[in-house]
């Protein structure tokens, strides 16, 4: 089962027949991806890839049932892609695209928080439960299956993760990537929260970055709510004061974003926090006992 | 992105936020005829020369070369503008935000003199619009003490820092603007003028797709005017798109140059004070990367995330740009081939490693993911002096070994 998304969700994907879109489409549906179409407005009625393509995400629902979005549209309409995929009635909405304007996801996440649905990233590889639904543009074949649940903002540091924890012996339920912008549709808080209500996971492993408040935030629930193990690591460790590194919300602003308070309060409040990113799967090993 | 004060000021006009008026210049014969024009325009000898540069702190700045020279000056006559000029342009300032090495300055601003004397007091506060993160709202921070450094206001008066959050896909609402206005302790005719400022000073915000915008100090005239005496802006790179004019306003010389150039190559780029380089594909790996270095008793020299195409031109892109520092030891590459492929890489790795033809401190090659153990071997039998892990705590051992001049 996993959280967000599993065998049975219904995919379709936003900016279907675009380079991007067609790529990452088709290693979704060899993964074994129930993709029941993708949305291009103008090329509705066609099929690509061997499924139907739709002109509204609206026509998409109605029509094959979609649930579930992920969107590789540019950045330029991806917040009205958001919006369409939110307002016709889907119900997880994974929006992959980097460099949104900021001021663009002030408004659509306020209009997606009027609907009914979740919303992952932007600027995020996706989600994943392994060997049922790849939602996302992450390598499949490093996602055994298991009992281990990963949120991270950053897309090859949950590969990392995702393979040491193989490595160790273990494998992983769902793993969410909530994306690295200011603004983000699910909070490493909400994403840990649905980990912890998973009956299939037994472990959370938590990837932060420098900037923000949102690992202090999930930290601070975790302390009431700590019923499965949680690692944790934060990326920035050296990273200096006022420089963004790479990641739009990547940047130190105050005393409180740094890595350093991060871990500090991470640690406070029963997280098992590693400062090796080479640590992360032992780590989760020796706390599980395996 | 930033701009300078005098392009943040003409953005402001344009959504008719009242600014100090001003012309920018970059020889001393324009900043002469500046001041003509400024002082026939006020009938005051009196005008503010600036330094324009993009870090803050340029009053109490000084210039490397004329060092009893600040970087702004109010100056009374065209003997002085001329002798403030020639001390300022093409000259060096210091500042405590530009760090030691300072910045050189190729452009003054020759602004009018808002300190005039009139039937009221003047007064100066402080007002940022910026994204407030935790609200995922814009937020309006403001503060009776203008001027000043912020950082310190909050820290020493924080009863005297005030915040407007604005709704999501709403404007400023008029109940907000009087809200400031009286916050600031504002009546008759400078309230009305404050209520105007605010509320046009936020549509820019939007309008402009800003990511910040500081006006400090905002000034209170003795005739009761809202000015825009300085003020520093900083535009969403993401949405630069839709607004062709404003990335026109880039000034590449007040970035690194080595940053420009590794943008040119789709790299992204950070130059740091250690000595092992590394090239990591993700933003988050390498900044994870970065504090493995670290661990392994090494400094990083730098943060560069090649992103999703790692192949032989962009790390040959990666290995010149890093190498132009004189203080790297030794290079970490660490790639986590998912849709690229790491055997892909290695022969990247290893064609750029030939056309270098020159490297002689120790190259450590990670690559994980698919085809590993291919681009290993490949790696193994080329001969080349680059070590090869394919787990990242072998990698962060090999680090360790090359730092203490093992291999």
């Known amino acids: 089962m996993g959280v967000l998304v599993n065998k049975d969700s219904k995919v379709i994907v936003q900016g279907f027949t675009g380079t991007e879109g067609t790529f990452h489409a088709t290693q979704m549906i060899e993964y074994g991806t129930n993709v029941v179409g993708g949305v291009t407005p103008n090329k509705g009625g066609t099929t690509h890839l061997d499924r139907p393509v739709f002109n509204t995400v609206k026509d998409a629902v109605n029509q094959a049932g979609a649930d579930t979005s992920i969107i590789f549209v540019p950045p330029a309409f991806a917040a009205d892609a958001i919006m369409e995929a939110a307002d016709a009635g889907i119900k997880v909405i994974i929006c992959i695209t980097e460099g949104i304007p900021v001021q663009d996801m002030v408004k659509a996440k306020a209009f997606a928080a009027t609907k009914n649905c979740t919303l992952i990233g932007p600027n995020c590889p996706g989600v994943i439960t392994a060997e049922e639904a790849k939602v996302g543009i992450m390598p499949g074949f490093v996602f055994k299956k298991g009992r281990i649940g990963i949120v991270s903002k950053s897309g090859t540091l949950t590969y990392e993760a995702a393979d040491q924890t193989v490595k160790s012996g ?9 994306g690295g912008d200011p603004i983000i549709g699910t909070t490493t808080k909400e994403a840990v929260e649905l980990l912890m209500n998973d009956p299939e996971t037994d472990g959370i492993i938590m990837i932060g970055e420098i900037g923000g408040g949102m690992e202090a935030e999930a930290a601070k629930w975790l302390k009431d709510n700590m019923r499965k193990p949680v690692v944790g690591f934060i990326a920035g460790q050296t990273a200096p004061a006022g420089r963004r590194m790479g990641h739009a919300g990547a940047i130190v602003g105050g005393a409180d974003d740094t890595a350093a308070a991060k871990m500090k309060i991470m640690a406070e409040c029963g997280i098992h926090v590693v400062a090796s990113p080479a640590d992360i799967g032992k780590t989760m090993a020796s ?4 | 992105m930033n701009v300078h004060e005098y392009q943040a000021k003409e953005l402001l006009k344009r959504y008719n936020v009242p600014t100090q008026e001003g012309i920018a210049v970059e020889n001393v014969t324009d900043a002469l005829n500046a001041y003509s024009q400024i002082s026939s325009q006020t009938g005051s000898k009196f005008v503010v020369v600036k330094a324009q540069i993009h870090a803050g702190g340029r009053g109490k ?17 065209a003997e002085d503008v001329e002798r403030v000029a020639k001390n300022i342009l093409g000259n060096t300032l210091v500042t405590i935000q530009t760090g030691a090495a300072g910045k050189k300055v190729s452009k003054l ?14 007064k100066e506060f402080y007002l940022s619009i910026l994204l407030d993160r935790t609200k995922k709202q814009n937020v309006i921070m403001y503060s009776t003490e203008g001027g000043m450094d912020i950082e310190e206001v909050a820290h020493n008066t924080p009863d005297r820092i005030f915040k407007e959050w604005v709704a999501p896909n709403m404007s400023l609402q008029g109940y907000q603007a009087r809200n400031i206005a009286f916050n600031l302790g504002l ?27 500081e006006i ?3 000034f209170k005239s003795a005739d009761d005017k809202i000015i825009a005496v300085d003020c520093k802006m900083d535009l969403d790179d993401n949405a630069l798109m839709r607004h062709p004019d404003l990335k026109d306003m880039r000034d590449k010389s007040e970035e690194d140059p080595t940053e420009v150039e590794a943008g040119e190559f789709n790299l992204n780029y950070v130059k740091l004070d250690g000595n092992v380089g590394c090239m990591v594909n993700g933003a988050g790996l390498a900044m994870a990367t970065m504090d493995m270095i670290k661990l392994a008793g090494g400094e990083p020299a730098n943060f560069l995330d090649v992103g999703g195409t790692a192949n032989a031109q962009t790390v040959e892109a990666g290995f010149r740009i890093i190498m132009k520092d004189p203080n790297v030891k030794a290079i970490l590459i660490n790639i986590f081939g998912g849709i690229v492929r790491c055997d892909r890489v290695a022969a ?6 030939n056309n270098m033809g020159n490297i002689n401190i120790p190259i450590i090659v990670r690559l994980q993911g698919t085809n590993a153990e291919v681009a290993k071997e490949l790696i193994v039998n080329s001969g080349l002096k680059v070590q090869s892990a394919i787990q990242l705590s072998e990698a962060a051992q090999l680090v360790q070994d090359a730092i203490a001049g093992k291999n």
Do not use: C, H
């Open chain 2, 61 to 77: 700045g000084r210039m490397v070369e004329v060092p009893e020279q600040s970087g702004v000056a109010v100056v009374k006559s």
């Open chain 2, 109 to 122: 601003l020759v602004a009018q003199d808002m300190y005039y004397d009139g039937p009221s007091d003047r």
């Open chain 2, 187 to 213: 009546s008759g005719e400078a309230f009305k003028n404050m209520v105007k400022f605010v509320t046009n000073l936020y549509n820019a915000y939007v309008g402009l797709d800003a990511s910040m915008i």
């Open chain 2, 216 to 218: 400090n100090p905002l």
């Open chain 1, 287 to 290: 706390v599980i006992g395996k």
């Open chain 1, 170 to 178: 273990m494998g992983i339920s769902t793993a969410i990537g909530i």
């Open chain 2, 348 to 353: 990247g790795v290893i064609e750029a490693y």
